[in-house]
């Protein structure tokens, strides 16, 4: 079984910075992509930033200049690095990873339970 953990989401003012970590924890042989994504209330689920094996990272548009994502692949963790923040970065972050456990040979998806991060004053 594979388990992908979030943390670091809090309630910070406008202007304030947060770090987000995403853990992910058994039987993994490699990950593809690490991915964090958003949900407000009455929106779908959007991505907000995914970083590839390579260390290749995509962004947003909205959020680009302001997060940064980053993984350390020894650890099997990635990170969200949010500077900036505005109340429209109101909402449940998730993570996600394309994985290939050990012993498989195709990649699933899995998903952290998700992590809210409020920005109000």
């Known amino acids: 079984q594979v388990q992908l953990v979030e943390s670091g989401g809090d309630l910070v003012q406008p202007g304030g910075s947060l770090r987000l970590s995403c853990a992910a924890s058994?039987?993994?042989?490699?990950?593809?992509?690490m991915g964090w994504y958003r949900q407000a209330p009455g929106k779908e689920r959007e991505l907000v930033a995914r970083i590839f094996s390579d260390g290749t990272p995509n962004y947003a548009d909205s959020v680009k200049g302001r997060f940064t994502i980053s993984r350390d692949n020894a650890k099997n963790t990635g990170y969200l690095q949010m500077n900036s923040l505005k109340p429209e970065d109101t909402a449940v972050y998730y993570c996600?990873?394309?994985?290939?456990?050990?012993?498989?040979?195709?990649?699933?998806?899995?998903w952290g339970q998700g992590t809210q991060v409020t920005v109000s004053s």
């Open positions: 996600n990873a394309r994985l290939m456990r050990r012993g498989m040979t195709y990649l699933d998806s899995y």
């Open positions: 058994g039987s993994i042989f490699s990950i593809n992509v």
